[in-house]
């Protein structure tokens, strides 16, 4: 039960929960109180004195921030003393800042200026030599430090210690000479780094890209999400002049709380790269040319028509993305059924059958362990990499990493580094030991006995390379703390993940790399099934949407991604609208089967490698530059929300599709009610797609909000099923085997383009167990030659421990040309170029 | 680099401690003895040992007057200046030391052996003026007793 | 003078090692006190006693014994031998010559705790003493008076000698807390106060050299006994350190409430060079300092308190006439501008801003508006600051001001020092 105290604060009487810091039940009265040190989310430390109140019955002033009410308590916050106190706190701080407002970034939302403007005392009394300390310090690439402005409040230090668990920067020195640094002025490496420019309460710290860019009144601030990765962090994107300057975090405790990663901070200014498209293209003798939009649309509209009605429309395949918008991928499938009459619909990275959301970005702070499958959170989802390690400093949350490469978060626990494609092996050989655990207990014990009897660590061991301590280990965090949250990646095998959850309970999820998979699946961007899900061959769902969109639709499912590709070659598709998604970098076969099209249209933000095999290439807004829903590895429903308009010549990839059919239906029909293709705003595609989308029926944009909006999901009730593990062989002459992954700063599209992450971005770079190097001769840095039965690519070598012996990792778009699969270990060999 | 013998003695120390950061400040003794000063790489190394970061480790360094961020000379001539010293004539003293030894507070000579350092109370008023050289106290100092103990420093 | 109790083994050859002091009496008081004492009992005797914490503060040491919170272990003590405060040095005597006698007081004293892990927190400075300490725990050890099962009484106890590395603040008791948990000596909030929540974050007693000291004295000799010397409420036997202008400066073992004349001319033999007496700072650096209007105040926590400065640590630094008073405030000023943490707001700007200003009045650059100004920001430090060190800035500055406002004055408007030639 909620005990309740009774305080009065300034006169005023409120009950607030006991624990409450007088500075919280001032705060439910409206009573300002200053503070410097104070940030709700991190632990207080009461050492900027700005705060300081008076309570009856107590010796001095107390800080408000940490002093917990009692009952009764009688605090004043506005006696002449506090208000003597709060001017002299203030004029100390000024005493030796240097006052540089005028060309200070955070000028406008300072909290020094504003707590002066409205505390502090009119005259300076001071007239020694101000103290002069480092300015324009820069902590890497990002961050620049000016150590006069600092208060030392300590609230950069307390953040990377408290969140991130990276305790870079400290207090060096003391006394009048304090001054925050990294050891020996290092730049920063944790990937939460940004933040501490939001936490700064002074110009100390702030953000080397947007510097000297922008007062920040002059700011248009709109409240967004972040795209870069599927957990969709809540931002405000800052503009000024239409030109986005700024991310900073906004709050959703059920997202990102209010943090974001480097990545989603620094990399939303690829929409400025000078590399963006701003013209339609048009093949021409072989080259891609420069045309106007009347001019690409119909020749694009065209040709497809043409190839549709000289072969059928089943030779006509449509591709969205997990990167556009549910606007921009419902009227792709839409035009794709409606207009060209195909369900040769799909995307790249479409959860498998079977695949779950997480239950929430949060979901780490309810696990006991987390078990990573095989991926790695800080590259598919950062702000999940961020839930782990809180959790893990705050709860005792423990970590077991299953897969090739280690994790950064595994230092929160173990390790189980295996040879690719043996991760369900080591799982097995988990449950193995949970199953003849004493501390488990659970109905599905006695089975799972039987079934793992193959899978006893030595064994697994000797077949997969992880230790069979490390295996001990794992098992006994589990048995301990129980609840586990599997994450796992593309090529999962959830069988005996269903087997971990049977035993322990907890949950499982897919890590969704991309910002709007879940959105695309449910736009119904697959083969088999419509918007909400309903299957194509269902009749009913047919005649219904074939109504809604006045189109007789095709019974027959469409081809899949890879049957589109493999399709390709043999003349089975021969014309492809690709929107958004860069195939090339991302899909081993895609190259090499575009190439084979009759005709290939690309909608994309940049002259991608996919967009450079195109005949005709049509430019698209980013996120930032339209409005859009997009749906969270969690399936939270948020608003991209137009910050800024799209560069002149580019238009949204929902309008262009909209135009492509208007181009179709000739130029001279004119638009009218009766077209289902007249929309004027992205809000307009959404009505109509909660209109066939069940879930979303109640949902507006006004109810997403700013919030986002999170639909109800049922916990499924998990059976244990037997399984049985293929341990990979490699063929004779591929001796190793290449993992493919994504890099914090991944050199994929569009983090590639951004200006800002250009000195962090992953080079073509190769991680190389020792072991492995040394018989070869390759050392770090060298150039070598990885080759598979695909192909070959050259990168450079990077010798770590990072990866286990026998594996090689990449980023997915340096090697995608050489997997056997998208989200398979493949088998290589390797040598010195 | 920090020796392997230096390794397994802060090992030892963090054992000795109900929590092994307890260990830290004896570490950083010990490194210093070893070295004779605190280098950015002597304290990551110290930093690695005791699973703190060279952040967390430079940091406390940082705080303590005694922990030396720069090389000293041999002999570390620490003169107390605070009150009870000051009233004795502590100044003299830090003159008398520049004069002889030809360099000023917070320098080196040109040989190495010595540095020349004021110091707050070092909790020998009774027998003002009074300096540290390394470990060792010297109280009731005159000019004419400093000539000695340089002289007697020298001759080692 | 009375036959000397606390140094009582200064200047006997070899006191330091336990043989010499066993033959000495000691160790008794330990045997006496695990055989005829309950813990509770040691409490309620120290707290009888009157015994007053001898490091500044003068907190009864048997009240702040029994405020740790019942059952919660384990616990710790923690010895504060990090003295620092600027014209103290007895407890280095106690510390170098008789580490035995200290030794036994940590004992008896976690003992009455219920520790089993005790510290001396040493100031760096003090290589001899620790060295002395070192010795002297392992001696201790090998005839089992530490250790498991100490003398058969079940009672067991580890201790450790820690040393600090230079850092005036670690004297500060949550300070020394943080810097013994391998930190920067920063003080820490308080609530929750040490005793139940402090080292490591378990219930902790933190007492200076001297007051455990007189532990096996207030054991071997009762409570009676302690407080027959002194006044009711400040009983029994202090350590003052006396230094500057006198002709034996040293430490001198006196019953509480002996005027500071008799220190001064029956003990110190006088002022130096038979000059005037200027100041007396009574208690440490931070102390008010006084005038000699006031030689016959009684050394007592209260009744120097009654005339506005304290009995502190006992350190009583005299200032004979020709000495600027302005330029012994600035020394001062630089001490505790030096050995603020920095944690806070006040004190770490509080105490440069008084220095610089200090330091201008004292080169010529005084100005009238300089004396208000400095005691505004004194009373913005003043009960502000995040711990004591902030306070302890600002004795001398007020002191000296309140009664040498003309000296102020007159280096402002001869626009230097009236003391430099």
Redesign the interface.
């Given at each position: 039960m909620e005990v309740l105290v009774n305080v009065t604060i300034d006169g005023q009487q409120v009950s607030v929960r006991a624990g409450t810091t007088i500075l919280d039940a001032a705060k439910q009265l409206g009573i300002p109180i200053p503070t410097f040190c104070y940030y709700a989310k991190l632990v207080g430390i009461g050492a900027c004195r700005m705060c300081l109140v008076e309570v009856e019955k107590m010796r001095g002033l107390q800080t408000a921030c940490t002093t917990k009410v009692q009952e009764g308590m009688v605090v004043r916050t506005n006696t002449p003393e506090v208000v003597q106190t709060r001017q002299g706190m203030l004029e100390f701080l000024l005493t030796n800042h240097p006052l540089d407002c005028p060309i200070c970034d955070k000028g406008g939302e300072c909290d020094l200026q504003d707590q002066v403007f409205q505390f502090g005392g009119t005259v300076s009394r001071y007239v020694e030599e101000k103290r002069h300390k480092a300015k324009a310090k820069p902590l890497g690439p990002f961050v620049m430090k000016d150590e006069e402005r600092c208060i030392l409040c300590r609230r950069c230090i307390r953040f990377l210690e408290e969140w991130p668990g990276d305790p870079e920067l400290d207090a060096f020195e003391r006394g009048r000479n304090t001054v925050v640094d990294t050891f020996y002025g290092r730049p920063l490496t944790s990937p939460f780094s940004g933040n501490v420019i939001d936490l700064c309460p002074v110009g100390a710290l702030t953000s080397i890209p947007f510097r000297f860019k922008a007062r920040s009144w002059e700011l248009k601030r709109t409240p967004s999400i972040c795209t870069l990765c599927g957990a969709g962090c809540n931002l405000t994107l800052d503009a000024k002049a239409n030109r986005l300057l700024r991310a900073v975090g906004r709050e959703n405790p059920d997202v990102n709380d209010e943090w974001l990663c480097d990545r989603g901070r620094f990399g939303q200014d690829y929409v400025r790269s000078d590399q963006r498209l701003t013209s339609p293209l048009i093949r021409k003798d072989g080259q891609l040319q420069p045309a106007t939009w009347d001019e690409a649309l119909a020749f694009a509209a065209r040709r497809i028509q043409d190839i549709a009605q000289t072969a059928n429309p089943d030779v006509v395949a449509a591709v969205g993305s997990a990167r556009a918008s549910n606007e921009a991928n419902y009227l792709l499938q839409k035009w794709a059924r409606a207009v060209v009459g195909t369900n040769n619909v799909d995307f790249a990275g479409r959860p498998a059958d079977g695949f779950a959301p997480l239950s929430s970005v949060t979901a780490p702070l309810r696990a006991g362990v987390v078990v990573l499958l095989g991926v790695d959170p800080l590259g598919d989802a950062p702000m999940v990499d961020l839930w782990i390690r809180r959790a893990a400093l705050t709860k005792g949350t423990r970590v077991v990493a299953i897969g090739p490469k280690r994790p950064v978060v595994s230092r929160y626990g173990v390790w189980l580094g295996c040879r690719p494609g043996t991760e369900s092996a080591v799982l097995a050989a988990l449950l193995h030991l949970l199953a003849r655990d004493e501390r488990v207990q659970a109905p599905a014990k006695a089975d799972l006995a039987g079934w793992t009897k193959d899978y006893a660590p030595d064994r697994v061991a000797e077949a997969t390379g992880v230790s069979v301590q490390a295996l001990k280990q794992a098992a006994d965090f589990l048995a301990a703390k129980g609840s586990p949250l599997v994450l796992y990646g593309g090529g999962a095998d959830l069988s005996p993940v269903r087997d971990l959850l049977a035993l322990l309970g907890g949950e499982a999820g897919y890590l969704a790399p991309k910002p709007n998979a879940w959105g695309a699946l449910l736009m119904g961007v697959a083969p088999d099934r419509y918007p909400g899900g309903a299957s194509v061959e269902d009749a009913k769902a047919r005649d219904s949407f074939g109504k809604q969109w006045d189109a007789r639709l095709s019974p027959r499912k469409g081809l899949a991604l890879a049957d589109m590709l493999a399709g390709c070659r043999e003349g089975i598709v021969q014309a492809m609208l690709v929107v958004e998604s860069d195939l090339v970098r991302e899909h081993p076969a895609a190259a090499e089967a575009l190439r084979t099209l009759r005709f290939l249209v690309v909608v994309d933000q940049f002259l991608t490698a996919t967009a450079e095999l195109a005949d005709v290439v049509l430019p698209s807004a980013a996120p930032s530059e339209t409005d859009g829903t997009f749906l969270n590895l969690a399936k939270r429903l948020q608003r991209a929300a137009q910050a800024t308009y799209p560069p002149k010549g580019v238009r949204p990839a929902w309008r262009v599709i909209a135009d492509l059919v208007d181009a179709a239906q000739g130029k001279d029909k004119k638009r009218g009610a009766e077209s289902h293709w007249d929309y004027e705003t992205a809000a307009e595609i959404w009505r109509e797609i909660t209109r066939g989308v069940p879930v979303c029926r109640e949902c507006t944009y006004e109810t997403i909000g700013t919030a986002g909006w999170q639909p109800e999901s049922a916990a499924e009730k998990v059976k244990p099923v037997p399984f049985a593990v293929e341990y990979p062989v490699a063929p004779e002459g591929y001796p190793l085997t290449l993992a493919a992954g994504q890099a914090l700063f991944p050199k994929a599209t569009p983090a590639r383009y951004s200006p800002a992450l250009a000195p962090v971005l992953w080079g073509d770079v190769l991680l190389v167990h020792p072991k492995d190097a040394e018989g070869r001769g390759i050392k770090t840095g060298d150039a070598v030659r990885v080759a598979s039965a695909r192909g070959a690519v050259e990168l450079k070598a990077r010798l770590t421990d990072e990866v286990v012996p026998g594996c090689v990792w990449a980023c997915l778009e340096s090697v995608a040309a050489l997997l056997e699969a998208p989200d398979k270990a493949t088998h290589v060999k390797l040598s010195r170029s | 680099m920090l020796s392997d013998k230096a390794k397994s003695e802060i090992q030892q120390l963090k054992a000795r401690y109900p929590h092994p950061n307890s260990a830290l400040l004896p570490a950083l003794a010990l490194a210093q003895k070893e070295h004779g000063w605190l280098s950015p790489e002597v304290l990551e190394e110290v930093a690695e040992v005791m699973g703190l970061s060279p952040a967390q480790v430079g940091s406390v360094a940082s705080f303590y007057t005694m922990f030396n961020r720069r090389p000293v000379g041999k002999y570390l001539v620490q003169v107390c200046t605070n009150v009870a010293c000051s009233l004795l004539g502590a100044e003299h003293i830090v003159e008398h030391l520049k004069r002889k030894l030809g360099i000023n507070v917070g320098e080196t000579t040109p040989d190495g052996l010595f540095t020349l350092l004021e110091v707050e109370c070092l909790g020998s008023c009774g027998t003002a003026p009074v300096m540290q050289v390394n470990d060792t106290y010297y109280e009731n100092l005159t000019a004419e007793k400093i000539d000695q103990i340089l002289a007697e420093l020298r001759r080692r | 003078m009375a036959e000397p109790v606390l140094l009582r083994n200064v200047g006997v050859p070899d006191s330091h090692k336990i043989e010499v002091y066993m033959q000495r009496g000691g160790y008794q008081a330990l045997r006496k006190a695990l055989k005829e004492f309950q813990p509770a009992a040691l409490v309620d005797l120290v707290k009888r006693s009157g015994l007053r914490g001898r490091g500044g503060a003068g907190f009864p040491a048997g009240v702040k014994w029994s405020f740790l919170p019942k059952g919660v272990y384990?616990r710790?003590l923690v010895c504060n031998a990090d003295?620092?405060?600027?014209?103290?040095?007895k407890?280095?005597v106690l510390i170098e010559h008789d580490p035995h006698g200290l030794i036994e007081g940590i004992i008896i004293s976690c003992y009455a705790c219920e520790v089993n892990?005790a510290f001396i927190y040493i100031?760096?400075?003090?290589?001899?003493g620790a060295r002395r300490l070192e010795q002297a725990v392992q001696e201790a050890y090998a005839r089992g008076f530490l250790g498991k099962n100490i003398l058969g009484s079940g009672f067991n106890l580890d201790l450790?000698v820690?040393?600090?590395?230079?850092?005036?603040i670690c004297g500060e008791e949550t300070g020394m807390l943080t810097?013994?948990?391998?930190?920067?000596?920063h003080p820490k909030?308080k609530p929750p106060f040490p005793a139940s929540e402090g080292l490591?974050r378990k219930p902790t007693v933190i007492n200076n050299v001297e007051t455990l000291f007189n532990v096996p004295f207030i054991v071997e000799r009762g409570a009676e006994w302690y407080t027959s010397m002194g006044t009711e409420k400040s009983p029994g036997l202090k350590l003052f350190?006396?230094?500057?202008?006198v002709n034996k400066?040293?430490?001198y073992e006196l019953p509480l409430a002996t005027p500071l004349r008799t220190l001064i001319y029956d003990y110190a033999g006088g002022p130096l060079e038979g000059k005037p007496i200027k100041a007396i700072?009574p208690g440490g650096?931070s102390t008010p300092m006084i005038t000699p209007e006031h030689l016959d105040v009684p050394l007592d926590y209260e009744s120097l308190a009654a005339i506005g400065t304290m009995l502190g640590s006992g350190?009583v630094?005299v200032?004979?006439e020709g000495?600027c008073i302005v330029r012994?405030v600035e020394?001062?000023a630089e001490?505790y501008?030096?050995?603020?943490?920095?944690?806070?707001?006040?004190c770490?700007?509080?105490?440069?801003?008084l220095y610089?200003?200090l330091h201008?009045i004292e080169h010529g650059g005084g100005r009238e508006e300089d004396l208000p100004?400095m005691l505004d920001i004194c009373?913005?430090i003043g009960?502000?600051?995040?711990c004591p060190l902030g306070d302890a800035a600002l004795g001398p500055v007020r002191s000296s001001i309140a009664h040498f406002r003309e000296e102020y004055l007159q280096h402002i408007r001869e626009k230097r020092c009236p003391f430099q030639d």
């Open positions: - | - | 384990p710790y003295e620092g405060e600027p014209g103290t040095f407890d280095r892990t100031r760096g400075e003090y290589e001899f450790i820690h040393r600090g590395a230079g850092a005036y810097s013994l948990e391998g930190d920067r000596g909030l490591y350190c006396i230094s500057g202008h400066p040293g430490v700072i650096s350190a630094v200032i004979g000495t012994t020394r001062l001490f501008r030096h050995e603020s943490c920095g944690k806070c707001i006040p770490r700007e509080g105490t440069d801003w610089k200003i201008r100004l009373n913005n009960g502000k600051s995040f």
